[in-house]
């Protein structure tokens, strides 16, 4: 659509009567100026997921779906995996420093956000909205964390490419307090989830 409009917009210069458009857009219940030469939806869901990450948002109630779909971008563009396997495969976690891989390889994330059907049906029912039922406000801050630390590990400059440069400090940071006895902790409540889940 903006280029579109910027393509009439350039047709009308210089004429009598010149053409102009303002693309707006919905962000938080709020409407704000779409710059539409500067917008990449993919670049926006990670600043959506840092700044949830790093000072919680409004974005509460969607920030599952979005996580979910940064990370079956990034997975199927990166390694033609589905998000149920990126996080399990050997050869993809041989990236990432060794004494990390058991935490991301269990981590919740891959039960929580995996699976269409399970969104699906709770859309149906309209009981509640999936990924904000099943986390906590701090869970989910967690979780958007390690998704960022996760893809950061696995491809640095594919994350600093999309976030500001300031951004790096705060995910070495979130990535150095991750501790290696984290991962032994982490089974446990995967498993209990998963049996919750499919009850």
């Known amino acids: 659509m903006g ?3 910027k393509e ?3 047709c009308f210069k210089g004429k009598a009567n010149a053409a102009s458009y303002l693309v707006m857009q919905l962000v938080d219940r709020k409407v704000i ?3 539409c030469t500067d ?5 926006r869901s990670l600043e959506r997921i840092f700044a949830y990450a790093d000072k919680g948002s409004d974005d509460s109630l969607t920030i599952g779906n979005t996580m979910r779909r940064v990370l079956e971008a990034f997975a199927a563009f990166s390694y033609k995996k589905d998000i149920g396997h990126i996080s399990t495969n050997d050869p993809i976690l041989s990236i990432i420093p060794e004494n990390l891989r058991e935490y991301f390889k269990n981590l ?6 995996h699976g269409e059907s399970h969104y699906f049906d709770r859309i149906k029912g309209m009981n509640d909205y999936g990924f904000s039922a099943l986390l906590s406000d701090s869970e989910k801050k967690r979780t958007a964390r390690d998704i960022l630390c996760f893809i950061y590990l696995l491809n640095k400059q594919h994350v600093l490419a999309h976030l500001s440069p300031s951004a790096e400090n705060g995910i070495k940071t979130w990535i150095d307090s991750i501790s290696p ?3 032994a902790k982490e089974a446990p409540e995967a498993e209990e989830f998963a049996a919750v889940k499919s009850a």
């Open 33 to 35: 100026e779409l710059k």
């Open 181 to 183: 006895s984290a991962s």
């Open 3 to 5: 280029k579109g409009l």
């Open 8 to 10: 009439i917009e350039e």
């Open 39 to 43: 917008y990449n939806e993919y670049s």
């Open 108 to 113: 919740m994330y891959k039960l929580v956000l």
